[in-house]
Nanobody, 126 residues
Framework: QVQLVESGGGSVQAGGSLSLACVVS????????MGWFRQAPGKEREGVAA????????FYADSVKGRFTISRDGAKNILYLQMNNLKPEDTGMYYC???????????????????WGQGTQVTVSS
């Protein structure tokens, strides 16, 4: 059984940084896509970033390009999201997720992911 457990959320002021981690246990195919999503109160869950686990190609939402970096430690099976220059609009619950195939055209779509973590809260104050 696959389990994803996020950590690293917290409260910061605008311009600050946070680093999220997602520990993966259980079997996930070696070539697939893993991603970070966020959901603000009253809003739909949206894709933030994704990474192909074999090719290491990455994908980002326009709103976070240049500020967020997704990475993965394959040996430790940990997915990371480094968030710099945070803005109040980055506030939300952040989730990591994993697909079961490497198709990347829908990396931003929550419905394309099978496994999900429980989320970690990120709050950015102005």
């Amino acid at each position: 059984q696959v389990q994803l457990v996020e950590s690293g959320g917290g409260s910061v002021q605008a311009g600050g940084s946070l680093s999220l981690a997602c520990v993966v246990s259980g079997y996930i195919a070696s070539g697939t896509l893993m991603g970070w999503f966020r959901q603000a109160p009253g809003k739909e869950r949206e894709g933030v970033a994704a990474i192909h686990t074999l090719r290491s190609s990455t994908f980002y939402a326009d709103s976070v390009k240049g500020r967020f970096t997704i990475s993965r430690d394959g040996a430790k099976n940990i997915l990371y999201l480094q968030m710099n220059n945070l803005k109040p609009e980055d506030t939300g619950m952040y989730y990591c997720a994993s697909k079961t195939w490497p198709y990347s055209n829908d990396w931003y779509s929550p419905s394309a992911y099978k496994y999900w973590g429980q989320g970690t809260q990120v709050t950015v104050s102005s």
